[in-house]
């Protein structure tokens, strides 16, 4: 049986890893299906300390990726199923594969949440996009609207005026829940206008193969009308990929995983959970990062009690 | 081996080719391309001889992604005889593209 399994592979899992891994616990991690998570699909980070000048997402998972195989972390590309309590430990399990461990560390992250349309399904790839920073180079001098209004919504639609000739950020409510210095910035782009108070009611073209519009519904005078666009970019948050867990782990009201406060200890003895997967409040890289180092460090406590 | 196409080459490798192929649309700006290419290198080795597998990279190729209409990245689309019999978008696990690939031998 190993001692550790890691189960993510973003800012959370690597560091965990490379804590795990120091303490000559000789980490396994499973990438899944979205590896590096979800800075892979951010372009600049200007808030993860040590980078003075800033850092793209999906460079900053590299480094991390590195600096965790130095030490010997065993990667496995693949996509974790389950995760049972077994006598000792914890088996876990791909479709391919069964692994046992002494202590699993939980750090699946969150994924982008959908609109939750049947045609939003229907046309992704196919003019309905999850990753601005992958597909803007697609809407070269078209037009094309952003749903949201946090900082991922602020931060797409800037990067998006790079190609397109216009962007909509449709946004049900009349103020942005973004940060100060992201709204600023939205609001002085002048390719960047903003419909309140309305939201997403359905996306038009799918006998066309391809987004041809919105239907967009008014939330203060409940009337919906027709808007001509080529592109839908939803950014209206995050859910903890917490489906693996569910019925083992106790989680609370949104589906985040529980943890004791100021630990990284769930209701099970020997697993713990880091980064966004029990994290509803702060949601950074840097959080993420920190909180794999407590995962590790109790893993290790945890290991180490159990030896005795 | 992981072939690179191209719009030159397409017609010939893809198009006309024999057996299937495995077309990966990519760019080197799009992070969850990036973490698909060691899955699609290995998808490659395990398909060798009943499946082509190769990449071609929508910065430099632009009428191929225009014809198929590629509108996010990695776009990965199966043709047989010319035709496209499947297409995925978005990361995915070896296994699941595995599963895809082997169903259309």
Redesign the interface.
Known sequence: MREVIIVGSGPAGWTAAVYVARANLKPLLF??????GQ????TDVENYPGFANGIQ??EL?DVMKKQAVRFETEII???VVSIKKIEGGFEVA???DTLQSKAVIVSTGASARRLGLESEKEL????V???A???G???KDKEVIVVGGGDSAMEESNFLTRFASKVYIVHRRDAFRASKIMQERTMKNPKIEVIWNTEVADILGVNE??VTGVLLRDTEKDETREMKIE?VFAAIGHEPNTKLVEGLLDLDEKKYIKTIPGTSKTNIPGMFACGDVQDAIYRQAVTAAGSGCMAALDAERYLAEQGD | MEKVFTDDNFGTDVLKSAIPVLVDFWAPWCGPCRSMAPVIEEVATEAEGKMKVGKMNVDENMDTPGKYSVMSIPTFIIFKGGEVVDRFVGSMTKEEVLKKVESHY
């Open positions: 990438e899944g299906d979205e590896p590096g800075l892979m699909t951010t997402g999906p998972m590309s693949k996509h791909t479709d391919t992704y790839g196919k003019g996009s999850a990753c920073t992958c597909d180079f697609f809407f193969g391809r592109g």
